[in-house]
């Protein structure tokens, strides 16, 4: 089982950024693929990006392509969100996942942190 606990989240006006962070610990980190998702109230939780352990190959929901990028320090057994050109529906709970594999996916992914709020003003 792996231990997250996300940071960065707060408010911010509409177009603003954000850049959520995630440390990890009780796994090997490069061999652990990473994620972010979200929730906003009334809706499912939904994928946001995904990361592969060795950082190379990304994948992204396609409602925060070109403005949300996914990274990784192996060093410092960390995953960030920057988040850019922020909109109201960004607003959501954004949680950090980890896989049992350094391999990407958007599902099945089995280590959750306590997630962390972002509110985006318009």
């Known amino acids: 089982q792996v231990q997250l606990v996300e940071s960065g989240g707060g408010l911010v006006q509409a177009g603003g950024s954000l850049r959520l962070s995630c440390a990890a610990s009780g796994r090997t980190f490069s061999n652990t693929a990473m994620g972010w998702f979200r929730q906003a109230p009334g809706k499912e939780r939904e994928f946001v990006a995904a990361i592969t352990g060795s950082g190379r190959k990304s994948s992204y929901a396609d409602s925060v392509k070109g403005r949300f990028t996914i990274s990784r320090d192996n060093a410092k057994d960390t995953v960030y969100l920057q988040m850019n050109s922020l909109k109201p529906e960004d607003t959501a709970v954004y949680y950090c996942?980890?896989?049992?594999?350094?391999?990407?996916?958007?599902?099945?992914?089995?280590?959750w942190g306590q997630g962390t709020q972002v509110t985006v003003s318009s």
């Open positions: 996942a980890a896989r049992n594999s350094p391999f990407i996916d958007t599902t099945n992914f089995s280590s």
